[in-house]
């Protein structure tokens, strides 16, 4: 129903910067919720940042001041810039894509994930 595909992962060292990209597709862009999760080997998927349809965001405390999320409706383009990247951002970026009319047991869709890797 609503097709995600996500990129611009890579292996960077410490201190580096990464701009991840998600596109969507499917449903206009502009009803749809994102986000940006991460998962880790051996740990639990957690959320990085969110923008809602209208552009509002969130951001967990350990981006705070260093990621920034943003959108582009024209572009079905949903953009993380990631900065100061330090060795606990390694892990895979996943893109999210909700609907703003789906249930709150509805977690949406997801893309395929791009692995992101910093180095010491």
């Not at 967990?60 to 810039?81: E, H, P």
Request: glycine share 10%.
């Amino acid at each position: 129903q609503v097709h995600v595909v996500e990129s611009g992962g890579g292996l960077v060292q410490a201190g580096g910067s990464l701009r991840l990209s998600c596109a969507a597709s499917g449903r206009p862009f502009s009803m749809l919720n994102m986000g940006w999760y991460r998962q880790a080997p051996g740990n639990q998927r957690e959320l990085v940042a969110i923008i809602s349809n209208i552009g509002i965001t969130n951001y967990a405390d350990s981006v705070k001041g260093r990621f920034s999320i943003s959108r582009d409706n024209a572009k079905n383009t949903m953009y993380l810039q990631m900065n100061s990247l330090i060795p606990e951002d390694t892990a895979v970026y996943y893109c999210n894509a909700r609907l703003v009319t789906a249930v709150t047991s509805d977690w949406g869709y997801w893309g395929q994930g791009t692995q992101v890797t910093v180095s010491s």
